[in-house]
């Protein structure tokens, strides 16, 4: 358990000391949250659809957690090469206390992430519907947090280098957060894309967050829930057995 | 302490250790020595449970690292050939993780971290991120943290390679004041011969996954009518410079180099 805790602290403890990279990760979301979220503002409302930003914010939210959740578990990939991988492979502990202690802190991290953009959300004039869902909310954060810190993790055991990265940058996180009806509705799409969105897990956080925060839901929140959390368990029994597989 | 008979290492057509065998007994310091690429990495990663032997006996402290590998773990440490500090941290905070990782009591952590720390004049430093340091610094905290779970075994993997006189001088006092204070074994590789000569009480040469020789400093000298172990070194395993292939960590550490990530 402690040995849990502490991987889990010292990844915290390294998010909060690079406050360069809190700030610099945070350039993106709001990037998208003001161009798009105003620019595209207009048009949705002429299409009947209401406000774009109120629209968007939720599918921010979850970008950010998505991005930050999967980086942090590839952050593995640094540690591999930095050696302190192999300071902890090294020790007499079982190696699923080891993944599951960073997976944990990616996942925190991401949280902190998502926070720190709805904040942004917040002051952009977003607002949330029903303030009594907001634990809800945070909830579905969490799910994709740990959803995707455990795919992060996975991915980056499977690794060797960074030399990856980029392939799985253009390959699956951004098609992850494209398909996931982050920036438009999940109605009304062409068969092909109506497939693909089916099948990426961020749709269903996507649509739990928008539920909770602005009360609209294409898939329902008992069904977002459940896909987030058996997709969860499925990529931790990846991570654990890839991890498990790590030679350094 | 260590017990090793025919140990096998092959990838593939390749053996990088070739039925290898040695002893180390307790409270001795043992060098492994050898030209780049002989296999004395690979023997320390088989012996320290992070590489599985193709083949043959592998004995630490009376376990075998491939059935009882937490055991085994718990009664080493480890000071690698590249670092393996988490630079974010501070030095203190790399100690604490390593005292967790290997269930050292909070009390007694507390106490052992100052003492190792004071001993390798790291105290001072203590709160500094572990990035600051300078080369000799870290190696010295990694042997200090290699050292607080109270380990049988010490393995030391080039401890030395690029520091400074002095701060090599300082190490293998260190190490040889632990060998004696302590009784730790120690097993240590290096490429510097008068470092061998001047700690290891006994010594195994290694080339092309084989041991050549073995035997104190003066017998090593004595079988091949020399007068120094660097020419006994020499007369062992020729004088051919070995390449090694750049691995895909060398290659990434210079990729992050131009990324300017540390």
Known sequence: MSVIYVLWLRELKRYVRSRVQIVASLGQPMLYLLALGFGMGPIFEKAGQGSYIQFVAPGIIAMTVLFSSIFSGMGLLWDRQFGFLKETLVAPVPRIQIMLGRTLGAATVAMCQGFLVAMICLAAGFRAHDLAMLPLALGFMALIACLFSALGTAIGSALENIQGFQMIMNFLVLPIFFLSGALYPLGNLPAGLRVATRLDPLSYGVDGLRSTLIGVSHFGLATDALVLIVGTILFLLLGRHLFSKIQV | ?262
């Open chain 2, 1 to 262: 302490m260590i017990q090793v008979s025919d140990l096998v290492k092959k990838y593939g057509d390749f053996t990088a250790v070739d039925h290898i065998s040695f002893s180390v007994p307790k409270g001795e310091i043992f060098a492994f020595l050898g030209p780049n690429g002989a296999g004395k990495t690979t023997t320390i990663k088989m012996l320290t449970t992070l590489l599985e032997p193709t083949g043959g006996g592998l004995e630490i402290d009376g376990l075998d690292p491939r059935r009882s590998g937490t055991h085994v773990r718990q009664r080493f440490g480890i000071v690698f050939q590249d670092p393996s500090l988490d630079g974010d941290m501070t030095a203190q905070e790399n100690m604490e993780m390593h005292g967790v990782f290997y269930h050292v009591p909070r009390k007694v952590r507390t106490e052992r971290t100052e003492s190792l720390m004071r001993q390798f004049e790291l105290w001072e430093r203590r709160n500094d991120q572990v990035k600051l340091f300078s080369g000799g610094m870290k190696r010295r905290l990694e042997i200090a943290r290699a050292l607080l779970h109270t380990p049988k075994i010490l393995f030391l993997d080039e401890p030395t390679l690029g520091l400074d006189p002095q701060t090599r001088n300082q190490l293998w006092t260190h190490v040889k004041e632990l060998n004696r204070t302590e009784g730790v074994t120690v097993f240590l590789t290096t490429h510097y011969m008068d470092e061998a000569e001047r700690v290891a009480h006994r010594i195994a040469i290694i080339d092309h996954g084989k041991i050549v020789a073995q035997g104190t400093p003066e017998e090593l000298k004595q079988q091949t009518g020399t007068t120094s172990l660097e020419e006994a070194f020499l007369a062992l395993t020729g004088s051919t410079i070995r390449d090694e292939a750049a691995t895909s960590a060398d290659q990434f550490r210079q990729m992050a180099k131009l990324w300017g990530k540390r």
